[in-house]
């Protein structure tokens, strides 16, 4: 990869200011070396020793891929501050990976001579899967959510822990939505996220299966009503009339959209307590969750309706 593509691939999420990563020149089970040219931003040559580190997480890592600076344990600085635009080597070494932190030490150079050392720099990890991979780092084109056959979508909550749930979270809702969100008891907020997530999937995935470009999962505005959820273009997103249902159950969440006022319905529940509907399909976790089966029923509209 170069480091265009470092960034062109959203691999790290900075915007131009922050871009000083200029070449990747080597990376390894234990190490990663670049090039940074020096921003003309404060902090913002640091700010790329980490971005490096990113790197050499996502070349070499298969889980808990996304990281956040956490602890600095010491810097040593032996000259003045690079100017910017002056190319500075880097070389990260990679002094321990557990279950929650990965671990570095780090070098900066320019022209040969040491200007900073890094000690104990650490990231903390945080829940993600490969899977998901293209919605994190794309999400107006990609969905958390998989398209089902019968043209409903389910998502699966692979984040269990809270600080990773925020970095979802913050991917799916608008200002608005997030107000809404926190004033919720903290019981009842994974299954309403997990059901703003599938109901969002679903439109989105209507929209790109005719024909839509881009669009951001904050493009869609979720409320609810006594009739149910219903939904609307946000931030100045033109949505045409679409009927939404959604439902969850332990792990995972469903939903099922349709242009038009139509009523469509969706339902999940375990083996045991399957719930009624014409339509009806039995799904399963992800393999890295719970062992767990569901049967979802579903009514797409009135073809449905006239039939039962």
Known sequence: MTAREFYQRRVMF?????????????????HVEGVITTPDVPGGLLDNVGQLLGYWIWKTQVTKRIAFPVQMGRIEFFGPHPAPGTPVDCVIRVVDVSDRIYQVDAQLTVNGVVWAEIGDWRDRRFDSHMDLDEAWRFPERNALSQQQSGGWVAVAERWPDL???????????????????????????????LGRIAVKDAVRTLLWDNGSGPVFPAEILVEDTADGVKVSGHNGFPLP????????????????????????????????????????????????????QYVVAWTAGPADQEEE
């Open 14 to 30: 900075h915007g131009p200011a922050l871009q000083g990563i200029t070449a990747l020149t080597s990376v390894g089970a234990d």
């Open 163 to 193: 600080a990773s749930r925020e970095l979802y979270l913050s991917k799916y809702l608008s200002g608005r939505e997030r107000a809404c969100y926190d004033s919720l008891p903290p019981r009842n907020r994974r299954h309403w996220l």
């Open 241 to 292: 009339a679409v009927s939404v249902s959604m439902a969850h159950s332990h792990e995972l969440g469903v939903s099922i959209a349709r242009f038009g006022h139509h009523p469509v319905s969706i339902a999940i529940g375990e083996p045991d307590s399957a719930p009624d509907g014409r339509n009806r399909a039995v799904i399963s976790n992800p393999a890295d969750l719970p062992a767990r």
